[in-house]
């Protein structure tokens, strides 16, 4: 099946600076990648998307590249706020019914 | 986010008990996904169903069993509960949307076999 590795596992960052989340995948089928967000004790939610027919996807803050080449994606938020203090999870979608999640990366903003 | 539900929150059970974990959604969804959370280890499928009456397993499927008589439940079982089963277990459905499924996550249960 289709392999999800997520690094840094621990992130922390100063307020106002930008963070980088890194995940690679192994199924070259896998063609929708989504990022989660889940604050402590809350639900996993998802925040951005990007499908493989595409490259980059901004919103607002949050941006997610993907390169199907090297098989890797990655997350980028900008101007860090405390909010944005979380565990952040990259997924693959191989197929319609299958998801496989990376091991999260828990991020600090530091005020 | 009221649309996917989960019960109990909370569980404490014993080894060698059984217990289900229930899970109810309202969009009428088809797909349902179960996951449990475990630390170093993030999110792992146990169990998927793609409509009423069909399951499949996921990555760690051993020691549990689905059921989906109807579109909206799909209650998840520990035949005998084991304390390797203690984590918290997520709930998750989609629907099909321009061929891909974003999936939307239940609140949790913390399980705890002791």
Redesign the interface.
Known sequence: GENVEQHPSTLSVQEGDSAVIKCTYSDSASNYFPWYKQELGKRPQLIIDIRSNVGEKKDQRIAVTLNKTAKHFSLHITETQPEDSAVYFCAANPTGNQFYFGTGTSLTVIP | ?AGITQSPRYKITETGRQVTLMCHQTWSHS?M?W?RQDL??????IY?S?AADIT?K??VPDGYVVSRSKTENFPLTLESATRSQTSVY?CASSD?LA??????????TRLTVT
Request: proline share 4%; aromatic share 34%; charged share 20%.
């Open positions: 986010d797909y996904f996951y170093g280890h993030g999110l792992r499928l998927y793609a499949d996921g990555e997520f099909r061929g891909f499924y974003e999936q939307y996550f239940g609140p949790g």
